[in-house]
């Protein structure tokens, strides 16, 4: 049995952090899915742009959209949603079969309207009418700002992905946010069924904290933020508050594992698939590593749900100097920054594009 199946049946689902039309056209997601038991996609911004700006892949379609006076956003979301749209077809067997639990793709509202929620809710409920699909994920950053629009696009009734968590606390505020819009919708009388991930970013813990602390610390700070967070997710699970909403009909908000890839370059490169196994979660794969993990990796022992040794090594990273409440804000800060900046860089590789293509026509 490969490594990634047995992951699958341990019951973690294994999403692929990566999408481009030659990923689709070309069967190799296909690939993933029937041979790496692949059973959901994730997009941001970044990734986008390498696809555009690294492919010709896109040209036709830039074109044609140009020629019909798109440009900007709006031009971007429909070659993102073509691409999406594509891969939510792909997964919608494995959506069906499991009821919803799987199967999923995620597109980002617009990083531009972080601090307006009223905003976001309205693009949300925008970005999935237009993706014609069930199985579309809109991704939604879990800032202080971004709670708000959480639980309202919820009660909306659109699927979410909260994205941008770093710690336990901003996992639970995120939690929270979302119960409250199933809440509301039980009150009023709606289905409670709107399915959403809350994706704690791991890797990057590690990274900021590099050169930082002793060697005997180095790349375990992500791993044990991870673990604490995973004994609130089973904790909130099991609580009276969520048991009353699931005995309505509604179903659990999954944990999911972002930034799995390894960034030392001196650790394992399956570092983060090794250790973040754990049942009724999801890991969201850099297609690199991905493929190292299928070729030479290994499940290691299960996460464990009172947290293990957690609390002592976050502890000794306290010891070092390391506030890892403070570090949590920075971090997610600086992911919201960086959302922006990605998204400016991605505007501007359609702009640069659409022109060289105009002119050459």
């Given amino acids: 049995m490969n490594p990634t199946q047995q992951l699958h049946d341990l019951g973690q689902s294994l999403w692929l952090d990566n999408i481009t039309r030659g990923l689709l056209t070309s069967g190799t997601l296909g690939d993933y899915i029937s041979k790496l038991s692949i059973t959901g996609l994730t997009s941001n911004p970044s990734i986008f742009d390498l696809a555009i700006r690294d492919s010709e ?22 070659l993102a949603l073509e691409d999406l749209s594509h ?13 919803g639990v799987d199967g999923w793709v995620s597109l980002e509202v617009s990083p531009l309207l972080a601090y307006n929620a009223d905003s976001t809710v309205q693009a949300a409920v925008s970005l999935r009418a237009q993706g014609h699909r069930h199985n579309i994920f809109i991704k939604i950053p879990g800032t202080p700002e971004g709670l708000a629009a959480i639980e309202q696009t919820i009660f909306e009734g659109v699927p979410v992905n909260v994205t941008l968590l770093f710690s336990r606390a901003q996992y639970v505020a995120a939690a929270e946010a979302y119960l409250r819009g199933i809440e509301r919708r039980i009150a009023a009388g ?8 809350a994706s704690m970013f791991i890797s990057r813990w590690d990274k900021a904290v590099a050169g930082k602390v002793p060697h005997e610390l180095q790349n375990k700070l992500g791993i044990a933020v991870a673990q604490r967070t995973y004994k609130t997710y089973r904790d909130l699970l099991a609580s009276p508050r969520w048991q009353r909403a699931f005995e309505a009909g509604a179903q659990p908000q999954r944990l999911l594992w972002a930034s799995t890839g390894t960034k030392d370059p001196a650790a394992s490169d399956v570092l983060y698939v090794r250790a973040l196994a754990a049942p ?31 609390e002592s090594v976050i502890s000794a990273f306290a010891k070092a100097g390391i506030d890892d409440a403070k570090l949590a804000t920075d971090l997610q800060r600086e992911g919201a920054d960086s959302f922006v900046t990605a998204w400016k860089d991605l505007l501007g590789c359609i702009e640069t594009k659409a022109a060289a293509l105009t002119k050459a026509a």
């Fill in 87 to 99: 891969a939510a077809d792909l997964f919608r067997p494995i959506y069906d079969s499991t009821a």
């Fill in 57 to 78: 892949s896109y040209d036709d379609a830039i074109r044609q959209k140009t020629k019909e006076g798109k440009t900007g956003e709006k031009l971007f979301f429909e």
């Fill in 280 to 310: 009724d979660t999801i890991n969201t794969i850099p297609e690199k590593t991905l493929l190292a993990f299928a070729d030479h990796g290994a499940p290691g022992n299960v996460m464990p749900v009172d947290g293990g040794n957690c």
């Fill in 190 to 197: 709606l289905h409670p069924r709107v399915r959403s991930v």
